[in-house]
Each structure stands twice: as C-alpha cells, then as structure tokens.
C-alpha cells in the first residue's frame, strides 16, 4: 500500500507518519512517502531524528511542487494532510482541480495533532472536505459533528480514533532510579518572559527543596529551531541565568523515551500530558497562571489532575477522573489496539469503490467569498484552486542556490522572531 504524507512541522510530521501506519488497512506492508511543506517550521534534520519516524522517501517541497507530484507521480492509495487548517483548505482544493478528470485519487485524510482547545469551528472548517476527519477522543468526534451539522456541512468524514503516538509500558513506580519529575514545557504556552520565568523558577524551586529528586525540564526545540509554534523565549535561555542544582538538568529526546523515567509529569496543557496519562503516570497540569482559554489548560477541567506548584511542593499526587479520562482518547483501560478500527474500516470500504467522489469543501467562493480567496493566495492558488499566474515555479531554478537562500531566508526570520522582535516588544513598553 502506498502512503504519502504532507506535514509543516516537526510534530505533524510524527502525528502525520504515525497515523498512516495506524489506519492503513495493511498497516504490515506500507511504502511511506514524505512531503515537508517548506515554510517557517519545517523541520530540521536534528528534529526528523528526534520524532523517530522513518519513510521510504521524504523530502521539501512547495504547494504548488506538491500538487505537481500529486499530478504526476503513481497513484497513492492514502494521503495524509499534516497541516494547519489553511494548509488543509489549500490543499483539499488544488488536489479537486488536479484530480478533476481522473477515476483514481487517494482517500484523503486529516485531523488534529492534539489537544483542541481553540478556534475549534474555524480549524474544523478548514479541514472539511477530506474524506476522513480524524477526532483523537469521543469528546472531539460529538464536537466536530455537531459543528459540521451545525452550518449544514456532511459530517459523515468524522471518524473517532486516538492520538498515533500513545504507548509505552504502564507506570509501576519501579524504574531503579530517583523519583522523577518532568515538566513538559511548550513553544508558546505561556507567552510572556514574567510568566515563563516564574514557571522556570519554580521548577528550579522544587528541585533545592527535593534534592533526592531528579527534575527534568522537557524541551522541544533548540534555540534557532522552529516548532508548530513559534517559541520567541526558549527555556534554554532563561536557565542561562538561573542558579541551577546539579539534580536539575535539561533534556531533548523522545516524549515516550523521556516518560520512561518519569513518575511525575507536570505541564501546562502539552499534549504530554496525554501521553502520560495514557500509560497510568500521575499527571499534573499546572493551575499556577489560572485556568485559562488562552493557555489551554481549561481543557483539563474535570479531569483530577489540575494542581499548583504549591501543591506539588508540598508532596500532592494527583489522581485522574476515570469518566474524563475516558472521553479523551487516552484509552488507558486496554481499547487502544481497536481505536482506529472504525477508520481502517472505512478506509478499506473507500478503496474499494469504483471511484470516490470529487473532493468537496464546504468553503467554496459561493459559501465563502470573502475568506476563502486570501486562505488560498498564501499558497498561490487562486480562487478556483488553481495556480495563480506568475505564481514561483521553485523546482526550475538551481538546486543548490535554492537551498542556500532558503537557508539565509529561515535562518534570517527566526533571528527577528527570537531576538529582534522581543526587543523591538520591550522598547515599545517602555
């Protein structure tokens, strides 16, 4: 069975990759092709190595390059959409007009890479047209059905699965080492240097008053890397200034790896806190800077697990709500071998059609005049999906000229987005 897989970032790629072998009806004897949509947070070599994921082929294109392969190469039998919901938009009608006038195209399939805990509606629009929409929980799928039933849009495409990269051997507080806390941090979870600072402090904090414990802090990226969001005040920098104990130590590395030695995680509202939940590790997400929409934390409510440092500091364990844990797609009862069986099945019954039906989003230039346009521009596409003129036909020009600019051009925007930009903030509040 051939597989592709079109991602933006780092973790897309993981959910993307990982999620293609989880639904492929023949998940034993896949060929796995690798598309990074070049862009801000298209991974580097060092994070492809991190996620663990191997394909068959993998490289960097632009939509446009996509939508040409798309075109030209075989056939494939599924096709992964890794992306951002306007990546998603864009895609789901270029690949309309490039499979305008052919009988065969891939089942195409897309979804969330965790937590959805903002812009919900716009995100699920974005993404409506594929024909399955992945919901990681039982929560998300009565979500996603009752937002597509709501503005009259089919929401047949929505299929409960679980998150692809769950696993690892349950939690028994038996590792042959000191007790572990690890705090998960996020790129842009919270935003501001008070805020990131005290949590840093605060951790720092609990590894002077538990010196017989071993205090991680999980990072995502190395500065001058780009993640699904952009990180403008990395951890690593603000640790330069702190005065760290020696039981306090940064790590990169695998989340399944990391939570091998864990017996406490503690985080903001990181999908992490998932994966850890997933395997039975006492799990804290942080109330600390309030419950809130904007740091995603109000997601957990109900869940058992909210806490403050004080609390932590003190010696609390968290115990989980078995219903909220339930509904979240956790699967920590045993299920998770048979999470992705709906999606297998419907998958097999696609392929087994004569012909599927033209891809069909809901946004089109009748229902969506004024949006839809400017969500395809970004991607050179006009209206109707196709190509705008004199849209950058990358591909014809030199190789390796190409990769250079590229290069100076990434490199150039995370130097404004981590240096300049929190300076040119400061100046402005002065």
């Known amino acids: 069975m051939r597989v ?17 072998s989880r639904i492929s009806p023949d998940n034993s004897d896949i060929h796995l092709d690798g ?29 446009l390059e996509f939508l040409r392969a798309m075109d030209q190469e075989e056939p494939y039998d599924i096709l992964v959409l890794a992306l951002v919901g306007g990546g998603v938009q864009a895609m789901l009608h ?16 897309t979804g969330y890479v965790g937590v959805v ?15 399955l929409v992945l919901a990681n929980s039982r929560q998300d799928a009565d979500r996603f ?49 008070k805020d990131r600072t005290y949590l840093l402090d605060r951790l720092v904090q609990h590894a002077k008053l538990h010196p017989e414990r071993e205090v991680l802090l999980k990072l995502r990226s190395k500065p001058g890397e780009h993640t699904t969001h952009i990180e403008e005040l990395p951890y690593q920098k603000l640790a330069q200034r ?15 790896e990391v939570l091998d030695r864990t017996d406490l995680l503690v985080t903001i509202s990181s999908t992490a806190a998932l994966e850890s939940l997933h395997r039975s590790i006492p799990t804290v997400v942080l109330s600390d800077l309030g419950v809130r929409e904007a740091l995603g934390n109000h997601h957990f409510v109900g869940s058992g697990c909210l806490a403050s440092w004080e609390q932590l500091d003190a010696g609390h364990q968290p115990v989980p709500d078995a219903g909220w844990v339930a509904r979240q797609g956790v699967a920590a009862d045993g299920s998770y071998e048979t999470a992705f069986d709906a999606a297998r099945d419907r998958i097999d019954r ?27 521009a970004r991607h050179h596409l006009g209206p109707d999906g196709v190509p705008l ?14 990769q250079i600019v590229r290069r100076a051009a990434r490199g150039a925007y995370r130097h404004g987005v981590q240096r300049v930009a929190p300076v040119i903030r400061r100046m402005g509040e002065l």
């Open 145 to 193: 059905k009752a937002v597509y039933d709501g503005v009259g849009a089919d929401s047949s495409s929505v299929t409960e699965v679980a998150l692809p990269f769950l696993g690892g051997a349950t939690y028994t507080g038996e590792h042959g080492h000191p007790y572990t806390v690890v705090f998960a941090a996020q790129p842009s979870v919270p935003e501001s240097r």
């Open 389 to 402: 003129p004199g849209a950058p036909a990358a591909d014809k020009e030199p190789g390796a000229v190409r």
């Open 4 to 20: 592709a897989v079109l991602a933006d970032s780092d973790t897309r790629w993981k959910w993307g990759a990982l999620t293609a």
């Open 350 to 376: 696609l392929l087994g059609s004569s012909k599927l039906p033209p891809l069909a989003p809901y946004y089109t230039p009748m229902t969506a005049p004024g949006y839809l346009p400017g969500i395809l």
């Open 35 to 63: 598309y990074l949509l070049r862009g801000r947070a298209t991974p580097t070599a060092r994070q492809l190595q991190e996620v663990g994921v191997r394909a068959d082929s993998l490289r960097e294109v632009t939509a």
């Open 94 to 109: 270029g690949l309309a007009q490039v499979w305008d006038d052919t009988a065969l195209r891939p089942v195409v399939v």
């Open 117 to 131: 805990y903002e812009k919900l509606t716009d995100g699920l629009l974005l993404r409506h047209g594929a024909d």
């Open 242 to 256: 702190a005065d760290l104990p020696p039981n306090f130590k940064l790590v990169y590395g695998h989340m399944g």
